[in-house]
């Protein structure tokens, strides 16, 4: 069942995430301070406004407090960024996620009402260097630290091969989650399952045990 989300803020973070809401079936309304950015993103999202986060006035008048959800995708601006976070949170949407450019202003953001505060750069570096780091890691999700959940391709050596003659758990200690094979996921696949050349698994594990794959 669709949602009713705010979006404040329409730089590369906001604009991806209201779109992707649209995307799913959520109704979205995107508003921004910069007349450019909202018209780009206009015909993609249910409503697209121009607006001033940072004045109460004006997000009472949009009925800000009928959303289910609200992302406040500012985090240059880090005055805005906590004002509009207290002001949506104060008018009454239930679910606040907003954006961090530090661990200070994110600790602020948690003090005003925010129910997640989200780090896009940093978990977005971690996520890359995971990917630069290990030969074949198409994703990686981090879990804890020095644990994650990454999408590979197995080695070619691997390839062939059942799940249960690779034996993840025994010999890697790494536990697939799902195996991809084009559109068709399977979920805890069965280790009688062969993995093709173009196979993506997803595995959970620690990140030490990963490497041990390609040793």
């Avoid at 890359?128 to 990454?150: E, K, Q, R, T």
Wanted: glycine share 10%; hydrophobic share 45%; no cysteine.
């Amino acid at each position: 069942m669709g949602r009713s989300v705010l979006v404040v803020g329409l730089g590369r973070f906001g604009s991806a995430a209201a779109i992707e809401l649209m995307r799913m079936g959520h109704e979205v309304l995107a508003v921004d301070n910069d007349a450019v950015r909202v018209n780009r993103i206009a015909p993609q999202v249910t409503h697209a406004m121009e607006l001033d986060a940072s004045d109460d006035a004006a997000l009472r008048s949009i009925g800000v407090g009928d959303f289910d959800h609200a992302i406040i995708a500012i985090s240059s601006a880090t005055e805005t960024s906590i004002f509009a976070t207290m002001a949506v949170k104060t008018l009454g949407v239930g679910n606040v996620v907003a954006k961090a450019g530090s661990e200070l202003h994110g600790a602020i953001l948690e003090r005003v009402g925010a129910d997640r505060v989200v780090y896009p750069e940093r978990e977005m570096g971690t996520r890359v260097s995971h990917v630069l780091g290990l030969p074949n890691v198409i994703d990686y999700l981090d879990v804890a630290p020095h644990f994650g959940l990454v999408r590979i391709r197995l080695p070619d050596a691997q390839v062939g091969q059942t799940l249960a003659e690779i034996d993840l758990v025994g010999r890697y200690g790494l536990t697939p989650i799902a195996l991809r094979r084009g559109d068709r996921v399977t979920v805890i696949p069965h280790r009688d399952e062969r993995i093709g050349a173009n196979d993506e698994l997803i595995l959970l594990g620690r990140d030490e045990r990963l490497e041990r794959i390609f040793e």
